[in-house]
């Protein structure tokens, strides 16, 4: 299993603003994927962040909006940028050794709310 | 592209029933399973996976799974439930062939009353 330390776990941001969450890994990584669940709805697959790569963004996702970082194999972050209400989510860091039929582990979470 | 669907948004057990929360899948290729459980204010918690063989697979706090490849479906099962396993449930899937990023359903809500 793998550990994931994910920070803040819930902020309150003014809109236009931006806010950076951090997601850090108790062992070396190669994939880690950042998520955002809405109020009452499933998960959906913002980027994957792979170290030394860019990110890969998913449909309805952009760089300028969610810029993420990848420095080394234990550390990401997901930024929020220009914050509007409709990014109140839950922001979930989550972590796959290898892919293919490994289980992914995710972080408890950060809960955004933008007013 | 793969995807999963969980048919039923909430599902109702008296505590000692059996339970079964429903998921079917759709992908180009082979899938891989799992099975997610997340509880008030958590991340989500690994229940259980199916990667292949035995079409029964049994996983944490006494749940376990059922693969058909005849009805692309992955349904949840425990025999009796508990109180305390009031959460909300999801089904991921993973193609076996294509890229390593996993979908989710949109979530069962179970609710096991006393």
């Known amino acids: 299993s793998a550990v994931i330390s994910q920070k803040p776990s819930r902020d309150i941001c003014q809109r236009g603003t931006s806010l950076t969450i951090q997601c850090q890994v108790d062992?070396?990584?190669?994939?880690m994927f950042w998520y955002r669940q809405q109020p009452g709805q499933s998960l959906t697959l913002i980027a994957t962040?792979?170290?030394?790569?860019?990110?890969?963004?998913e449909s309805g996702f952009v760089i300028d909006k969610f810029p993420i970082s990848r420095p080394n194999l234990t550390f990401s972050t997901l930024t929020v940028s220009n914050m509007s209400p409709e990014d109140s989510s839950i922001y979930l860091c989550?972590?796959?050794?290898?892919?293919?039929?490994?289980?992914?582990?995710f972080g408890q979470g950060t809960r955004l709310t933008v007013v | 592209a793969q995807s999963v669907a969980q048919p039923e948004d909430q599902v109702n057990v008296a505590e000692g029933n059996p339970l079964t929360v429903k998921c079917t899948y759709s992908?180009?290729?082979?899938?891989?399973l799992f099975w997610y459980v997340q509880y008030p204010n958590r991340g989500l918690q690994f229940l259980l996976k199916?990667?292949?063989?035995?079409?029964l697979v049994k996983g944490s706090y006494g749940f376990e799974a059922e693969f058909n490849k005849s009805q692309t479906s992955f349904h949840l099962k425990k025999p009796s439930a508990l109180v305390s396993d009031s959460a909300l449930y999801f089904c991921?899937?993973?193609?076996?062939?294509?890229?390593?990023?996993?979908?989710f359903g949109a979530g069962t809500r179970l609710t096991v009353k006393p």
């Open positions: 199916y990667i292949t063989g035995d079409n």
């Open positions: 062992s070396q990584v190669t994939m």
């Open positions: 991921a899937v993973r193609d076996k062939g294509g890229n390593n990023d996993m979908r």
């Open positions: 962040a792979n170290q030394g790569s860019e990110a890969t963004y």
């Open positions: 989550s972590v796959d050794r290898t892919g293919g039929g490994t289980e992914a582990f």
């Open positions: 992908v180009s290729g082979n899938p891989y």
